[in-house]
């Protein structure tokens, strides 16, 4: 990489490559996300950043790992809602998701969408709940691991609609949108970042997103609200953190090196094609993070608790 030299003559952290864990596989949504992030990085710090990949238990084994790596602000995690829900999914969970960790910042929040194999029958939100219904003793639902957002959604989208279909778990949904593309899977609820050029391009079927809003990149896709389930709202929000204890140069260079690449017209433009964009740079705060990560916890503490569900 030809840094510049600038970057180079300061002095002080990081004197070395950064690694950004993903606890989720390559090729997923948390993965592009990253990596974008990591390329806007590294012309920043004037370091090279990499994206590192451990999926599997819905996140919590790379959370883990991060939770026991010295704080030498060498190796990040970005995660997302998951890291929220972990609590509540894996009772035992070895790392506290708010106190274990540095909240270096928030990156953004994506929309999900659900999806099909393109050769499903149904051409619309509706035609496909009632085939979900008439088909539910055969019919299975993709998703990235218990406590996922892929999982997260596809709970609260088939206990909205009153049907369980067999679930499939895979170590990202990077590996569950081949199988889905593959036709081995019927059903998948994933983030757009994932899906959206599988969409234009017909190889998956898209039906609903899961905001409020509409994507502007789908626009053709209504929402869950406006059609078969008032008041369905569920966003992959993206997150960095790190181990519990960064010196104060490191975090010092982080915080701002994150918020250069939230206003960076590359990570903008990207985003924007795959139907998300960076958060406002007054929510990108640390403090900001630690308290959405808080009220999160609570949040799908209560969901998860109703729904019965478990990690492990
Ligand atoms: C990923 O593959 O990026 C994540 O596992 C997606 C998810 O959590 O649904």
Not at 25 to 34: C, E, L, R
Not at 81 to 93: F, G, K, M, R, S
Not at 124 to 135: C, D, R, T, V, Y
Request: proline fraction near 7%.
């Amino acid at each position: 990489l030809g840094l510049g030299a600038g970057a180079q003559a300061e002095s002080g952290w990081p004197t070395k490559p950064i690694t950004i864990l993903v606890p989720a596989a390559a090729g997923g949504p948390t993965d592009t996300v990253a990596r974008l992030i990591a390329e806007s990085m590294t012309r920043t710090l004037g370091q090279t950043v990499l994206v590192e990949n451990q999926g599997g238990a819905g996140g919590t084994l790379g959370m883990g790992r991060i939770a026991r790596t010295p704080a030498d602000g060498y190796t990040l995690a970005i995660w997302h809602i998951a890291h929220a829900t972990a609590p509540a999914l894996y009772d035992t969970l070895k790392y506290d998701p708010v106190a274990d960790f540095d909240h270096v910042g928030r990156i953004t929040d994506v929309p999900m969408t659900i999806v099909s194999k393109a050769a499903l029958p149904p051409t619309s939100i509706g035609a496909l709940i009632e085939w979900m219904k008439a088909n539910k003793a055969t019919a299975s639902f993709g998703h990235a691991g218990v406590g996922s957002a892929a999982h997260l959604c596809s709970l609260l989208f088939m206990s909205e609609v009153g049907v369980q279909l067999a679930p499939v778990a895979y170590r990202g949904t990077g590996p569950a949108m081949n199988d889905l593309l593959g036709g081995q899977i019927d059903l998948l609820c994933d983030q757009t970042t994932n899906t959206t050029n599988h969409i234009r391009e017909g190889r998956i079927k898209g039906y609903a997103v899961t905001t409020k809003a509409r994507v502007s990149s789908l626009p053709d896709l209504p929402t869950l609200d406006e059609t078969a389930l008032r008041g369905f709202e569920v966003s992959a929000w993206h997150a960095m953190w790190a181990p519990r204890g960064l010196p104060k140069e490191a975090i010092d260079k982080l915080v701002p090196a994150l918020q250069t690449a939230l206003r960076d017209p590359k990570v903008i433009e990207r985003f924007a094609s795959l139907g998300t964009e960076p958060v406002p740079l007054d929510q990108a705060t640390p403090a900001a993070l630690k308290a959405q990560l808080v009220a999160e916890v609570e949040k799908w503490g209560k969901v998860i608790r109703a729904a019965g569900v478990k990690g492990n």
